[in-house]
């Protein structure tokens, strides 16, 4: 760490002296890394800084190197910047992300000091979940989109998710399935045009989740893709990110059973006065869209994924016939 963003952290924390403990990671395509910081003297004893620095040669482990990956990366950050100064104050504890000390952003460099989610109890990154763990993310998801139901994403991504159809035009024009290709624009039409919009993590998969050590608390991080959208885009990226194919068609129901009741809980404790029957028909009949919105973008991103599975077909090939009865 240079001078600089030492005298950052020290006049942030109120530390004496500090010390990099580990590299937690580095950053998608070479963006920059993670790091854990001891600190001396100060009531906090470790706090992580998320240095961001835009790379003179870009690279990108799947080959996707284009000027528009680049601007979507550099985007991405700042909408994170966004979320952290103007948004993440308003999460409670029911959905817990780490608290921000200090945020600079110039010179094509972000640092952002950050809460030690490890220290304060949430330290464990689980890679395989019981329904305990399913229901922990569930609940935090429900809980998220209920504090942002109907607020404006101001600085953020306007359609939130990292595989938005108008931020993939590389992808799209390679899918091999013309069929998707082509009813992309109406899934993602049926998207947004949906009535009731919240806040989207959009990047809503279990490696972003840090659980307690009991499993039953957990906070989430990486808001590089946080706007606006409907709950569902995150619910059904979430279950494919923790389950297998059988699971997810096996336990469809019960997913979203839980998610809304879990979501009619959070909305009263918000304060937010909707027409619940609604919103729920509305939403739970969306799942299916917002999992094939998914499928398109991995058809096209890496036809190979092991995600790409006979579920996500079956399900993509009803909601096309819906879509295409309608038109």
Known sequence: MNQHYKDITLL???ASDLHVLEEIQSLWSGYGSIVRI???NCNLKSVVAKHVKMPNKKKHPRGWNTDYSHLRKVKSYEVETAWYQNFASKCNFN???PQIYTIESKNHEVFMLMEDLDASGFGER?????WQEVETCLSWLAHFHATFLNEKPEGLWEIGTYWHLDTRPDELEIMGDQVLKDAAPLIDEKLNGAKYLTFVHGDAKLANFCFSEDGKQVAAVDFQYVGGGCGMKDVAYFIGSCMY???CEKYEQRVLDFYFKELLIALKNNGK???FEELENEWRALYPVAWTDFHRFLKG???GHWK?????ERISRLVLEGLSTKR
């Open 38 to 40: 001891g600190l001396e």
């Open 12 to 14: 942030a924390t109120g």
């Open 308 to 312: 790409i599975n006979s579920y996500s």
């Open 95 to 97: 959905c817990k992300v």
């Open 126 to 130: 689980l890679t395989t979940v019981s």
């Open 273 to 275: 006065m909707v027409d």
């Open 245 to 247: 194919e059988d699971d």
């Open 301 to 303: 991103w890496s036809p």
